[in-house]
Structure formats: C-alpha cells, structure tokens
C-alpha cells in the first residue's frame, strides 16, 4: 500500500455494501445519541436529586468517557492491523495515544472520586500531555489526499487553521490564559493544556481541510474527534469547575462523542471499504473557508466587546484571517481565468476534431459542407462589404474502384493503409481541401481554377491513383473513377433573403453548396457507368438521366402495386421428341414512354430503388403459382432467371420457400437460372447450396461468356447447363463455336449433367445440337413467351 492509502486493500461484496449506511449517516448514528444524553441525562440526574447529584453526574460522565476513550483506542491499534505502510504507522500512533488519553482519564477519575484535586499535578499529567501529544503526530502523518494538493486546497488549510485559532482565542483560550497569568501555582499546566489542545485542534483543521468528501471516511472522524476533544477541554479548564454548570455538560457532551467517533474509525479500520460506484464529487466540508472565515471574525469582533484586555492578539488573526481570504479570492479569480481558458482551448480542439477525418486525418463531411457553404456565400454576394472577390470553383468527387476486394480479400487494415496513402497522393494533387466522405470516397473543393484547368487537375488525379501502392511488403494497385463538377462566380445570385442560390435555375434545384455535389456525383456516377479507371464532367443531359432514372424508379413501385408487370414463359422442349417438357419464365414490363422492358432493362433501377425484395416477392409468387399448374400442363419444371443481387439479397430463401408453401407447389418443380459469375460468388454460392438443400435445383444459363473454365463444370452445383445463344447462333457456321458446343456436349454428358441451348432459331441449328447430344432447348423455333391462361401453362409447340 502506497503512502496514500489508508484503507484496507479487499472489498464488501454487494449485498454487505447494499446494507451498508453512509458514512455521514453512520457518523450522525453513532454520536447523535451520544450528544443528546450527553446533555439530557446529566439535566434529569440533577433536576431530579438537587445539588447533590452534581459531582456523582460528573464522576459517572468522565467514567463513561474513559472507558469510550480505552475502547476506540483498542478498535483503532486491532484495526490498524489491515492497514500498511505509513498508514499503518500513523493509525498505530493515533490508537496508543487513544490508549493513553484513556488511562489518563481514568487516573482523572480514580483521583476525584478519591477527593483530590485532578489539577494539582499529579504524576500522570505529562501521561495526558503525551497522549494529546500522540494524537496530534498519528493526525500530522495520517495521508489525506491522493491528489497533488493545489495552491488553493493550501490556502484552504491555512484559513481554516488560522480561523480556528480566531475561534479558540475569542471563546476559551483568552480566558484560560488570563486564569493561568492569576494562578501562578497552575501556569505551567495550564499553558502545556492550551498548547497541546491548541495544536491539536490545528492540525485535526489541516486533516479536516484536506480531506476530499467522497473518500476518507477513517479520517474525516478522526479529525473531527480531535477538534471536539480540543475544544472540550479548553472549555473544561477555562470555567469553573466547583459544581457541574451547563459549559460542564457542553464539554462532556463533546469528550463522550470525539470517543464515539474514535470508536467509529476503528469499526471502518476494521472492515473492508465499499465498493459501490463513487458518486460525484461534490463540496460538502463541515467547516469550509468562507463559512470559518465569517465564523471567526464575528467570534473576535463579539470578543472585543467584552474584552477589555489588549487587543494586539485579536487584530493579528483578524489582518491574518482577512489577509488569506484576499489572497484567496485572488488564487480563485486566476484558477478561473485559467479554466475558461482551458475549456476555450478544448472547445476550439474539439471543433476541429469533429471536422477532421480519424484514418487519414482530411476534412470529414462537416468540413466539406462548411467549406462549401462558405464559398457559396462567398460568391452569392456576402463578401461584397469585405472587397473577397467571388472565383470559379470546381468540385471533384472521387471513389477507389472495386475497394471492397481490399477489406474483404486482405483485411480492414490493409484496406486502410490504402486510404491512407490514397489521401496523401489525392492531397498533394489538389491541396488542402481534399475531404473524406465515405468509406472509400473523396470530395476535393478547389478554388480559383477555369474548367480547363479543373479538367487537368482530375486527369492527374486518375493517373496518381493508377500507381502501385506499398503496404506490408506487397505491391497493391487500384484506380479511381473521379466525377468533375465546375460552378462559375457569375451562376450564383443572390435571393431576397440574402442567401446563394443558382442563378438561371437548375434541374436539380435547391443550395449551390448541394448543387456542387450533386454535379459532381453525377458525373462520377457516368464515369463509373464508361468503365471506371477516368474521369466525366457533368453535363445537363446526367441530370436529365438521373431524372429518368428517379421517374423509372417511381413507375416501377406503382407498376409492382398494381400488379402491372407481366410475366410470359417460353417453352422448352425436348429434341428428341419436340415435345414440349418445361417453361422458361420471363418478366416483362410495358413502362410508359420505354415500351415493352426486360429485367436487364430495369434491374438496376430496382437495385438502385431498393424495389428487389417487392420484385422478387412479386415474381417467385408467380412461378409458384405456375409451379403448381405445370404438372397438369405435362411440364416437369418451371424455370426463372435470377441476378446475383437478388441471389444474396437477404430473405430470398425464405421469400421462394414461402411463396412455395403458400401457392402449395413442390419446390421440386422450380428451378433457378443463374450464371456463371453467380455460381463462383461466395455468398451466392452459400445461397444456391441452401436452395439445393430444400430441393429447388440450379441451372447455369449463359454458358460460355462467364470467367470459368470447362474443367470447373465438375463443382457447379447444377442439374442443366445452358449454352449461351451467342455459341448456338455461330453453330455450324463458325469453327470456334462448333468446337466449345461439342466441347461443353462432350464435358456434360461425362459428369451427367443435362444440356440446354438458348436462342435457336432454325431447324439447321437444332439438328446440330441434337447430333451433339443437347436435350433441351428453347427460342423462337419452337414458340414465343406467352403468358399464363386462366391460371394453366397454355404454351404451343410451335411458333411462325
């Protein structure tokens, strides 16, 4: 244990904790009563037996004493056991001096009972004298604190000790001194008591004044006690002690609650501390400055009324006391000046922490939008009064191609070490108003520049980006897709209430400081659709795109409403006999102004719309209410295409299985069509695997034009493979299509998989896939998607 700690090192646990009372409160239980029958017994014992009573009330108040004093000495030295270090020495002091004020009393009490006079000096007053003495230096070297006490806190013992010499002067003290000038026979013991008492007192105000209120509840008392004890018996020697007045009961109301109290630390000593959660600091001392510095000086001005000795004394601790309280009141105006400097410092840090991006240390959007909206005030006119001149700026939104491959394929730290020296490349080219928005996104505001100019600053960008970057001993490339948007100073106004606005009016509308990133986003968003790896300028016609985008969007939420998308399936037949076997299922949508629209039209508007789950919902619940017909139409199964995004969208599963279970169809009867990039997705893969396990079957459409090769056909979790209508349409005519045709023919047959082709359009083509030992197939030669007929597939073998 440190020279800090004074309390043993275990811990209640909660239940003891929970019963435990408060410090205060237990201090308030233990001496409340105390005090209280301190003063009332002694009053009933006389008002009942007289006068005579007196000196028997007194012989049994200082008994009582004693042996309080013989018992809280003996708790505190059993208790000091737990305690080390210099805590253990101060307590091992505090509880012999206890032991020792204790046997002193009682040698007090035996020689009053015997008839003599206590204060004839006996032998045993330097034993009283000693044991104050003890006490005094267990209170000196007692820790108080565990925080560098600060000038404050020192000025604060000052005033209090000060202040409690003000006190003791103007109530017991003087008078003490005066009886002890008159009797020369007593001036020796009489001065010893006061300059023990006095000390003790003192230093029990310095203990006291150090003491933070939320800790130290073994030495709060404590030193509580001593003041109690010091005053006690100032007041005790300083009156008249013939008979046994109200000042007597005072002062043996004060001896019997400073022994409780010390019983009282040697309890708290004894157990183990609390652990309960500290509770807020707050000010609660029993004795502050401000109120012992009134205390006093009303206490030496009331004194002076009545005291008609020299007044030397009494001054000095006023000026004294009135001296530190300036010096005080100085101390706390410069400690308050510092704070509201400290708390402007940390106000201006944390303002520009919440503008600054943590992993690379840009602006973060907060920044971005105050910067933005600044130069737009700035251009709209706010600066006229400050002669700024307005200046063109360029907005340049900027995004790491594919950087999901980082996080996912290497970890999160690689991924960030690339963002890292990513802003460092972006913030040498465009400077200082490179922003961080997103994961992998960038916005850089540059000002002053012509579109020219922008145009350079964002095919610099794409080719810094472009070299390798170093991180952990490996070489990584990637590229980024920059979006440029450019606002001249003369395309901002001003309204009528002052604030920018875009002068000629925009499609998109709204403040210029969005109406940069808007461009800008725009622009990315076509730089991305052209490839990746460049750079676009926005231009009028992204936004009237984005329109027709949003305007798509919102028919296709009313087209899946209304139930106005239509879905068709295509016969499949089987070569053999041209019998028509299963159906292909097809989504077609008549959008207004667009004309009849297939999926790959309009699927990434539902993507974009966040439609794909009421898309889906929609689809499935047609295909499983066809399932259920197509047995009864002689079909063995009914297929739809389906996208990777709709493959890993969450809930498909169970969205397919419900539709199923609530048309009443066998999931046997369905089968998902996906391609091949689909297949070798990991997540997609876990989903198709899943399907597999409730019985729908996969069939891989589009064979060929995916990244994977014949010898993977082994691991497709697949029952038909579908050769993709670009390899069919070459059949007989090109060499190469020819030969992957009997390749995958050949390949399918060996592993057992069924083979399809799509897209035949004459008997010539059809032959040749029989001839290679294709099974099924489908396209216009053998009829076009029809829609399904009051509830049944009513599907021809035919087509013109």
């Known amino acids: 244990m440190n020279d800090d700690d004074s309390s043993p090192t275990s ?37 009942l037996g007289g006068s005579g009573w007196e000196r028997p009330t007194a ?52 020689a009053a009972v015997l008839g003599h006079n206590p204060v004839g000096g006996p032998a045993w007053i330097p034993a009283f004298i000693v044991a104050n003495l003890l006490l005094v ?40 001194v005066q009886r002890a000038a008159a009797d020369r026979h007593d001036t020796a013991v009489f001065a010893t008591l006061a300059v023990v008492k006095v000390a003790s007192v003192l230093v029990a105000m310095g203990v006291l004044a150090r003491c933070r209120p939320d800790e130290h509840h073994e030495m709060r008392p404590f030193a509580i006690s001593l003041i109690l004890l010091g005053v006690a018996d ?5 009156v008249d002690n013939s008979s046994y007045p109200m000042f ?68 000095t601790l006023g000026a004294v006391m009135v001296l530190l309280a300036i010096i005080r009141l100085g101390q706390l105006e410069q400690e308050q000046r510092r704070l509201v400097s400290s708390l402007r410092a940390s106000a201006r840090r944390l303002h520009d922490q919440a503008r600054v991006d943590a992993l690379t240390g840009l602006g973060n959007r907060l920044a971005l939008d105050e910067r933005l909206q600044a130069i737009c005030d700035r251009n709209g006119g706010h600066t006229a009064d400050h002669g700024d001149r307005a200046c063109d700026v360029a907005v340049l939104f900027i995004d790491v191609d594919h950087f999901k491959r980082f996080n996912d394929g290497l970890g999160h730290h690689v991924g960030d070490r690339v963002l890292v020296q990513m802003a460092s ?75 920018g606005a875009p002068a000629g009016g925009d499609a998109g509308g709204g403040e210029p400081a ?86 790959d039209s309009f699927l990434d508007a539902l993507a974009e719309g966040g439609l794909l789950p009421e898309f889906d919902a929609y689809l499935l619940g047609h295909l499983a209410r066809a399932a259920r017909t197509a047995r009864d139409s002689g079909l063995r199964w009914v297929a739809v295409a389906m996208s990777r995004p709709e493959i890993v969208h969450p809930g498909f599963t169970e969205c397919l299985l419900g539709a199923l279970r609530d048309a009443g169809a066998d999931p046997a009867l369905i089968r998902i069509a996906v391609t091949e990039e689909t297949v070798i997705d990991t997540a997609s893969r876990a989903v198709i695997e899943d399907l597999r396990r409730n019985g729908v079957q996969l069939i891989v459409h589009r064979f060929g034009t995916g990244p994977s090769s014949l010898l993977s056909l082994g691991d497709y979790p697949a029952s038909t493979i579908v050769v993709d209508r670009s390899f069919v349409d070459g059949l007989g005519r090109r060499h190469d299509d020819t030969v992957i045709v009997n390749a995958v023919a050949g390949l399918t047959s060996d592993l057992g998989l069924e083979l399809a082709a799509d897209g035949v359009c004459d008997e010539r083509q059809a032959q040749l896939l029989e001839e290679v030992g294709c099974t099924l197939a489908q396209g216009r030669l053998f009829g076009r998607p029809a829609p399904l007929r009051h509830g049944h597939l009513e599907i021809a073998g035919a087509a013109s």
């Open 11 to 47: 811990t209640d646990t909660a239940p003891d904790a929970a019963r435990r009372l408060p410090p205060w409160k237990e201090g308030l239980a233990a001496v409340g009563p105390t005090a209280a029958v301190g003063v009332l017994a002694p009053t009933v014992a006389i008002a």
């Open 59 to 110: 012989h049994t108040m200082a008994l009582v004493h004693a042996l309080l004093a013989l018992l809280g000495g003996a708790s505190v030295l059993d208790g000091a056991r737990r305690c080390e270090g210099r805590a253990q020495l101060a307590w091992r002091i505090a509880g012999s001096g206890m032991l020792l004020y204790g046997l002193s009393n009682v040698a007090w009490w035996v």
């Open 137 to 176: 230096v267990g209170a000196s070297v007692l820790p108080s604190s565990r925080r560098r006490i600060s000038r404050t806190r020192r000025l604060d013992v000052a005033i209090m000790v000060v202040g409690a010499t003000c006190i003791l002067w103007a109530l017991p003290l003087a008078a003490l």
């Open 234 to 238: 100032l007041i005790f020697a300083s």
């Open 248 to 315: 007597s009961r005072v002062a043996d109301t004060l001896y019997n609650s400073g022994a409780v109290l010390w019983v009282l630390v040697g309890r708290r000593l004894t157990r183990p501390p609390v652990a309960v959660d500290p509770a807020p600091p707050r000010r609660r001392w029993l004795a502050p400055p401000e109120t012992v510095t009134v205390v006093a000086l009303v206490a030496l001005a009331v004194h002076s009324q009545f005291d008609s000795s020299s007044a030397i004394v009494p001054v």
């Open 425 to 499: 490349r972006l913030r040498e080219v465009l400077g200082d108003g490179v922003h961080r928005v997103g994961g992998d996104e960038f916005v850089a505001v540059v000002e002053g520049v012509d579109p020219a100019d922008a145009g350079l600053l964002a095919q610099n960008v794409v080719s810094v980006a472009r070299a390798p970057f170093a991180v952990d001993g490996q070489e990584l490339s990637c590229t980024v897709s920059v979006g440029l948007a450019h606002l001249g100073a003369d395309e901002v106004a001003v309204d009528g209430d002052g604030r």
């Open 514 to 599: 969005d109406l940069l990133l808007r461009r800008a986003d725009l622009a990315l968003y076509s730089a991305k659709e052209r490839g990746r790896d460049q750079w676009a300028v926005y231009d009028p016609t992204l936004q009237h795109r984005a329109d027709a985008r949003l305007r798509l969007q919102q028919n296709l939420h009313e087209a899946l409403a209304q139930g106005r998308i239509e879905v068709l399936y295509q016969p499949v037949v089987e070569l053999a006999t041209r019998r028509v076997v299963a159906a292909s299922a097809t989504p077609r949508w008549h959008a207004p102004g667009h004309g009849v629209l297939h999926p």
